[in-house]
């Protein structure tokens, strides 16, 4: 296996045009484990260490560019504010010294639908910067994963970033385990309420192929919270409304049967999960948020 460390961005995409096979190594959480456990023997590594910017992010106007290498531990420190519902993911992910190392750059590379990242990307509403020497590509997230543990990525592409939209209102992220730490989810859900946009957003995980948003129950609750004139007034959700959301957001699971869990617990913890993220992020935008709101 050959080593491949290049010192800048230009010298990766020139060294993984030159070895599309070759395998990036970012934090090495995943890859690691692969190459421990003899699953992969890839020719080529491609160490992505050497590159300062990948750790980087900038908060801009309306997103914040994250570096693919930025690892979780700096996401919650350091971006809690504009990117909540990551935040709260990132918390649930392995222990400290896996969040150290491993990143979102690094979730997305492996695809796996159990990825705690993935349901707040969906949620937050994200871009994928992809780019190779041919150039660079914002795939959207919804169009990132294309099957188990398969991404949209071609075969000369590397991740240099993820461009996230910052909250413009309360975001959850529930995940459901066997145990509070060093667990892969069972199935998880994200949820951001966009009241600029008046729109909801989910995301599922590790309850379909691949990672989802649930769209139908978007659909019906943004026409719900519309109709009631819900975001105007912040007055209480009703019940109905919240149990036709999660009974939707279950029937877009498309779930097996492995060792962490039944379809059909995840089909029912995720419309749990569903229905709670809504009552907490729905609380938030009727507490703190609407009063200051209304007093500008
Ligand atoms: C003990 C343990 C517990 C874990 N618990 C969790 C958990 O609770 N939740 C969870 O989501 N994950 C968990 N993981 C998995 C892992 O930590 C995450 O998926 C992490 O985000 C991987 O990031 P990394 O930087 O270490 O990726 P790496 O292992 O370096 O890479 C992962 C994949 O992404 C590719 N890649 C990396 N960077 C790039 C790039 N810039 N461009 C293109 N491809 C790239 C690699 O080639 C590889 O295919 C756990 C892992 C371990 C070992």
């Given at each position: 296996m050959d080593f491949l460390r290049p010192a800048s961005w230009e010298e990766a995409l020139a060294a993984k045009a030159e070895h599309p096979t070759a395998v990036p190594i970012a934090g090495g959480t995943d890859v690691m484990v692969e190459i421990n456990f003899d699953h992969r023997r890839p020719e080529y590594l491609l160490d992505?260490?050497?590159?300062?910017?990948?750790?980087e992010w900038e908060v801009g106007q309306e997103s914040v560019r994250l570096g693919?290498?930025?690892p979780y531990s700096a996401i919650m420190e350091h971006l809690r504010a504009e990117l909540p519902g990551l935040a709260l993911a990132s918390h649930t992910v392995a222990s400290p010294q896996i969040r150290n190392r491993g990143g979102v750059g690094g979730n997305l590379g492996t695809?796996?639908?159990?990825?705690?990242?993935h349901p707040a990307l969906l949620a937050a509403g994200a871009e994928v910067e992809a780019e190779s020497v041919r150039g660079t590509r914002l795939i959207p997230i919804d169009a990132f994963y294309t099957g188990v543990k398969r991404n949209?990525?071609?075969?000369d592409e590397l991740i240099r970033a993820v461009h996230i939209r910052k909250a413009d209102g309360p975001q959850q992220y529930s995940k459901v385990g066997t145990?509070?730490?060093?667990v892969i989810a069972v199935c998880a859900f994200g949820l951001a309420l966009h009241p600029e946009t008046r729109t909801v957003r989910t995301g599922i995980g590790s309850a379909a192929p691949t990672p989802v948003r649930a769209k139908e129950a978007e659909a019906f609750l943004n026409a719900a919270l519309d109709e009631g004139g819900f975001w105007e007034s912040g007055k209480i959700i009703t019940p109905a409304i919240a149990k036709q959301f999660a009974a939707l957001a279950s029937g877009a699971c498309n779930p097996i049967d492995d060792v962490r869990g039944t379809a059909k617990y995840r089909r029912h913890a995720v419309g749990i999960m569903a229905r709670r993220t809504l009552g907490w992020t729905w609380e938030q935008y009727r507490g703190a948020g609407r009063t200051l709101e209304g007093a500008a």
């Open positions: 992505l260490n050497r590159i300062g910017e990948l750790s693919a290498s930025v695809a796996s639908p159990a990825g705690d990242a949209a990525l071609e075969p145990r509070n730490a060093m």
